[in-house]
């Protein structure tokens, strides 16, 4: 496994809307494998190859990932954040996140809760809520601002890495089906179909990318390639 293209598949920031960094990523590697490369109207990458006759094939992977958009820095200089896709808050506090700025920097922060400290156990049984959660880039309020506006992205800070026999690492939703799809197009020989291979955008606010490729390219044979959850963990119910 080529765990290298994976690893800065996974890295490469690009929240709803915002796909540009991980744009590019998909755009070099599909550069040279694709008989032609474009990207449409909503910032999907889609590459041709061309078949002798065949029906059409579109391959959608999703390059976007679930994350934030700054909402409010308040007078402290914390971050207030909108959610982009589904997360449980659960896993969210005291992680740390990147806050990729309006100015080029990527501030390193932590998520916390506006829950009080030391509350008795039944209020810490409830869990966090999203509403609640705030960035700490441990700077003035005013230093914030010059690095950092309301609309700018938020994404977890998390590499990826080998454990066991697994990878472990941010948006493997979907950059591994992303993975898949690039790794397919370098191993395919002669072939008949028309494939169209699409990194699509925007599916955690709604499968806009897909949608729009879908009507533009009017295939014949549609292959959605997504991951989902095992549950073959404690507290999981195995299929």
Do not use: W
Not at 99 to 109: I, K, N, S
Not at 147 to 161: F, H, I, N, Q, S
Not at 181 to 189: G, H, I, V
Not at 196 to 201: E, I, L, P, R
């Amino acid at each position: 496994m080529n765990f290298d293209l994976l690893k800065k598949l996974c890295e490469t920031p690009g929240v709803p809307g915002r796909e540009e960094p991980i744009r590019k990523v998909v755009l070099d590697e599909m550069s040279a494998l694709a008989d032609e490369v474009r990207v449409d109207a909503m910032g999907s990458v889609v590459g041709v190859r061309r078949g002798c006759g065949g029906p059409r094939v579109m391959i959608a992977a999703h390059m976007d990932e679930i994350g934030f958009y700054v909402r409010h820095i308040d007078e402290k200089g914390f971050i207030r954040l909108q959610p982009v896709g589904g997360f449980d808050a659960r896993n969210l506090v005291a992680q740390r996140v990147h806050v990729h700025g309006f100015t080029g920097d990527r501030l390193l922060g932590v998520l916390q809760t506006m829950a009080k400290p030391g509350a008795a156990p039944e209020e810490r049984e409830k869990g966090a809520k999203l509403s609640e959660l705030f960035v700490d880039v441990g700077m003035t309020s005013e230093n914030v601002k010059h690095k950092v506006e309301v609309g700018d992205p938020v994404t977890l800070a998390r590499t990826a890495e080998i454990i066991g026999g697994n990878v472990v690492s941010k948006s493997l939703d979907n950059r591994l089906s992303v993975f898949v799809m690039l790794e397919a197009l370098r191993a395919l020989s002669a072939h008949q179909c028309e494939i169209f291979a699409v990194a699509t955008t925007q599916e955690e606010v709604g499968l806009r990318g897909a949608s729009a490729a879908a009507y533009h390219l009017k295939p014949d044979v549609g292959i959605a390639l997504d991951v989902t959850l095992a549950l073959d963990y404690p507290g999981g119910t195995e299929a």
